[in-house]
């Protein structure tokens, strides 16, 4: 073989070398950005899960908190509606008791007024019944009148009818 074509086939042999080596490399590359990348998303999902348990823990530690609160203004809400409550139950017991009162006062002035009325009427029936009584003296006078001068009247007359 001559010198070049021993060249060549050196070169040939040094190129296929070289191109071994580069893909040796290469997969070495290949694997040393897969194992990166595996681990890079490894460390992620790690880095994730800590920041969402990080999460979870802070909304539960809120949502405990937002409870309490809640419970706290429900009880301080119960606590205000009985006091108002309270309040209105006092306030329509003396409007009752207010009430009664009214009542009984104007209860015991219309008895005042129907006693005035009553003892009015009866005065009034008294002068009623004794003026009847009096024309009914009047009448029962003039009836004897009457009678006892009939009772003359047909005496005389019996009289004159006798002579």
Known sequence: M???????ADAQAAAAVSMAEARESACEAKTAVTDAASAAKESAADKLGDIKDAAADKLGDIKDAAADKLGDIKDAAADKLGD???ATADKLGDIKD?????FGDIKDAAADKL???????ADKLGDVKEKGSDI??????FAADILH???AGAENLADKLDN
Not at 2 to 8: G, I, R, S, Y
Not at 136 to 141: A, Q, S, Y
Request: proline share 0%.
């Open 2 to 8: 001559n010198t070049t074509d021993k060249k060549l």
């Open 84 to 86: 108002i409550k309270d």
């Open 98 to 102: 207010a009430t009664a009162d009214k």
């Open 115 to 121: 006693g005035d009325v009553k003892d009015a009427a």
């Open 136 to 141: 009914l003296d009047k009448v029962k006078g």
């Open 149 to 151: 001068k009939g009772a």
